[in-house]
């Protein structure tokens, strides 16, 4: 078994260790993909679905944060569809928060979760 494997992000040709989700090679080329519920100590979640990313060849989007890199796979991470799709994403999970907050924020969230941070999608 190969120990790399050759890929496409955003156009640009990489290797990635076998075995590597598409978050992991992202963050290691230093692409910024948007995410919620992932946390390194554990297992991928997929659900918040943020991490939304568009695979050549795949009808639907892929979470990033699970999708084991493959050969010769072509990814892109940021695009207008993408961050709509990211938009809607959020205004869904936002529109069922039900957080003990009051705005703005000055405390630190029960659930772990910067939501400060992701108010400015929703104003874009």
């Known amino acids: 078994m190969k ?6 992000i955003d156009g640009k040709t990489v ?3 076998a075995g590597s989700t598409i978050l992991d090679v992202a ?6 993909i948007p995410v919620l519920c ?13 991490c939304v990313v568009a695979v050549a060849g795949e009808n639907q989007y892929k979470a990033a ?4 890199v493959t050969e010769d796979m072509d990814i892109t991470t940021n695009s207008d569809e993408l961050f709509q799709t990211r938009k809607l994403l959020l205004e869904l999970l936002l529109d069922t928060h039900y957080g003990d907050c ?3 924020c000055t405390a630190t969230c029960p659930a772990n979760v910067a939501i400060q941070g992701y108010l400015g999608y929703r104003q874009a």
């Open 102 to 104: 009051v705005a703005p």
């Open 38 to 50: 992932y946390s390194p100590l554990l297992r991928p979640l997929e659900n918040c679905r943020l």
């Open 15 to 17: 290797e990635a260790p």
């Open 27 to 32: 963050k290691s080329e230093g692409i910024h």
């Open 3 to 8: 120990s790399t494997v050759q890929i496409r």
């Open 65 to 68: 944060c699970s999708t084991v």
